[in-house]
C-alpha cells in the first residue's frame, strides 16, 4: 500500500503542470513558470434607444469600452432583458471600433429586434466583457430613451 501512495506522488510530481483557479484569474503553468491571467473589465458602457417620428426608424444603440490588462482578445455583447417578465428578449454582439482599442459598439433598427416598443421603459441591459479563457465581467444598466422626433 504504502508503495502505491508513493508511485502516485512521484508520478504527479513528475508531470509538472499545474492548473487551479485564482481569484484574480486562472493560472497555468508547468514546472514553476506560467501565464495568469487577469480577467477583462469594463471602463464604460452605455446603451439608448433612439425614438423616432416613425416607429419603423426607432433605433438602439450599444457603446462599451472594454480593457483587458494582458491583452488577449475580448468578445463583447449585450444582453436585453424583460425586468418585468425576468425574461431575455435579445442578445446583440458588439464589434471593435475601428478608432479605438477598447472601444466596442453596436446599432440596430428596432425592427430588426426582438423588442417591442411599449415595453421599452421595462428593459436593462447587462454588458458582457469575455476573455479566451473564460473569465468575465458582467454590468448592468438601464438604457437612456431619447426623442428625436
Known amino acids: 500500500m504504502r508503495i502505491a501512495l508513493l508511485l502516485l506522488s512521484v508520478s504527479a510530481l513528475a508531470t509538472g503542470c499545474i492548473i487551479y483557479d485564482d481569484p484574480a484569474g486562472v493560472v497555468v503553468g508547468g514546472g514553476g513558470g506560467g501565464r495568469i491571467n487577469v480577467p477583462p473589465?469594463?471602463?464604460?458602457?452605455?446603451s439608448a434607444i433612439f425614438l423616432d417620428?416613425?416607429?419603423?426608424?426607432?433605433?438602439i444603440l450599444f457603446r462599451a469600452d472594454a480593457f483587458d490588462a494582458d491583452g488577449d482578445p475580448?468578445?463583447?455583447?449585450?444582453?436585453?432583458?424583460?425586468?418585468?417578465?425576468?425574461?431575455?428578449?435579445?442578445?446583440?454582439?458588439?464589434f471593435a471600433t475601428p478608432g479605438?482599442?477598447?472601444?466596442?459598439?453596436?446599432?440596430?433598427?428596432?425592427?430588426?429586434t426582438n423588442l417591442i416598443?411599449?415595453?421599452?421603459a421595462d428593459y436593462s441591459v447587462d454588458f458582457?466583457?469575455?476573455?479566451?479563457?473564460g473569465d468575465l465581467e458582467v454590468v448592468t444598466q438601464l438604457p437612456e430613451i431619447v426623442a428625436y422626433y
Not at 53 to 59: E, R, S
Not at 74 to 94: K, W
Not at 128 to 133: K, L, P, R
Open 117 to 120: 416598443p411599449d415595453f421599452y
Open 74 to 94: 475580448l468578445f463583447v455583447s449585450a444582453e436585453v432583458f424583460d425586468d418585468y417578465t425576468g425574461q431575455i428578449v435579445d442578445r446583440f454582439d458588439l
Open 53 to 59: 417620428a416613425d416607429p419603423f426608424y426607432d433605433t
Open 41 to 46: 473589465s469594463f471602463l464604460a458602457v452605455d
Open 128 to 133: 458582457v466583457v469575455e476573455d479566451q479563457f
Open 100 to 112: 479605438g482599442a477598447f472601444d466596442f459598439e453596436s446599432e440596430w433598427f428596432v425592427r430588426s
